[in-house]
């Protein structure tokens, strides 16, 4: 099987597979397409094409299909599409004829507050649409880019009508537990924020008012991610708008941008806040992994950075279906290939590096003396932490293989646990346990870099290190 990865969000679908070079153009040259679909005459437009005629024609352009993704009949409904559903199915079928060449068969990672109903219809779509399902994944799961046990593991994302912000428990699974979301300030609110900025400096500095045709209107929107790439890098700007042979001219800064942004950034804050309460630590820092929609905002991360302890990671354009990819390339969930089932968990995978930061192992002189935070089985890291990760062998036609537990009470061949600053191995074999070339029968402070086996078990488990942000 070669699968075609999809990432689902209304702000830009984007896809990759295996074999290409970056994201594939799903959307003329473009890969991403956005949710937004405009009917005409024979057909519905939709992606970038409707996008560039949205404020043309405001009243008919529909960009909440993706968001509030149901089959309720829409008032007023179109001859073409009369939900949401069946706008969604063309905006799909669309994006399915430029990806379809690159694999036989489709995973989607989906945003984290998609319920079950609109996971049906999602099956329901692809079904219609003869597109070979191989399995749906958890977007903030599929996009984590690396282990971090000793902090708190958030992934923030924004939609077009929504913050969406997820905790992702780390274990000997990384496992979707809790989603907050606040409609209505997304990227939709934001942009109908800064147009007005904007054209309310033009109006003040020039009393030429962008907004009184709906083509120059047009116009702004289309331009603002390039004013947005430009304040991301720069502290102003200038911007110039040209008509009836006349040119004007403002002087737009970031600070105002940031200054029309105040209470998303304080939703967000809000958000993190709430999640800290509930699933934090007391002294914990948050790893806070944002997408690139966040990361490309002017301003954003500095205002999101936070405390000293807490650490931004901006993920890669494309993150989730990278993510969701190797996910099904390293280690397919049960039930593919059969019954399409929703996947809200998957073990860290030491090739996950495509979807973010590659997780790098233990071993001098990067690591040195340090304590290890994760035990490496395989093509898996398992967490180290306060509660003892169990060791076991397992025989198998070509020998005896190593087998990593989880859970209280002393079992299997030996333990690993944290205690303090320390980890320590404890044995519980008479054929005892090899740290290196060292044969322990009672018990060893361990170190990264170092290379364990289980009495006569021919497979080594080493012992890594997973880097923070500032350490790559």
Known sequence: MNPIALELGDAGIMAVAKGTEGLIPLDGVNSESPGYALPEKKGLLVGKRAEGAAHLHPRECNNRFWDQLNAETLKPATPIARNHAEMAYFHMGSIWERMKGHGDGLVIAVPGFYESHQLGLLLGIARELSIPMEGI????????????????????????HRLELTFLEQGEQLTQRDVLSVKDKGLFYLQREWIQAIADAFVHATRYDPLHRAATEQELYDRLPEVLTMLGTQDSMLLEMKEGGHSYRINLTRDLLLERAGLVIQEIHGMIKEMVRHHGREGQGVMLQVTHRIARLPGFSAHLAGPEEDSLIALPPGAGALGALALWENSPPPGTGGNISFTGSRPWLSKQGTAGRHLRVGGTPMTGNRCPTHILCGETAYPISDEPLHLQTEDTDEGSDARINHGPGVAGHCSIQRKGETVILENHSPLGTYVDKDLVSETALLTAGQILRLGGSREELRLIVCLEIHET
């Open 137 to 160: 994944v958890a977007l903030p799961v599929a996009a984590a880019s690396e282990p971090c046990p000793e902090k708190l593991l958030l992934h923030l994302d924004i939609h077009l």
